[in-house]
Nanobody, 123 residues
Framework: QLQASGGGLVQAGGSLRLSCAAS????????MGWFRQAPGKEREFVAG????????YYADSVKGRITCSKDNARNMVYLQMNAMKPDDTAVYYC??????????????????WGQGTLVTVSS
């Protein structure tokens, strides 16, 4: 129901766009989120977008560098990452939650998860 893709190896300072394909059933009432998990660390929130309306919210650590967007026609959610740093290295996941959890950064609030896609930023 959720499938993330687009990960890979990128040099520091470079850009990468991740994609998340979602089923219509999830999207119809969802808030979509992006999380990441670096080796040895807990999964952390990165960005989110409300499917209806497109409002976005971000972790403070990525504001100004990362943009979350959606494509209604394609049922896709994107994470555009610019000026990437080695600290951005992680497995990135897309997830979905209900509208009541708009703005949540908590992994426990997201009930549907896709498989991750690995992003490696070399220095």
């Amino acid at each position: 129901q959720l499938q993330a893709s687009g990960g890979g190896l990128v040099q520091a300072g470079g850009s990468l766009r991740l994609s998340c394909a979602a089923s219509g059933r999830i999207i119809s009432s969802a808030v979509m989120g992006w999380f990441r998990q670096a080796p040895g660390k807990e999964r952390e929130f990165v960005a989110g977008v409300r499917w209806r309306g497109g409002s976005t919210y971000y972790a403070d650590s990525v504001k100004g560098r990362i943009t979350c967007s959606k494509d209604n026609a394609r049922n896709m959610v994107y994470l555009q990452m610019n000026a990437m740093k080695p600290d951005d290295t992680a497995v990135y996941y897309c997830a979905a939650t209900g509208p009541a959890n708009w703005g949540s950064h908590r992994t426990a609030d997201y009930g549907s998860w896709g498989q991750g896609t690995l992003v490696t930023v070399s220095s």
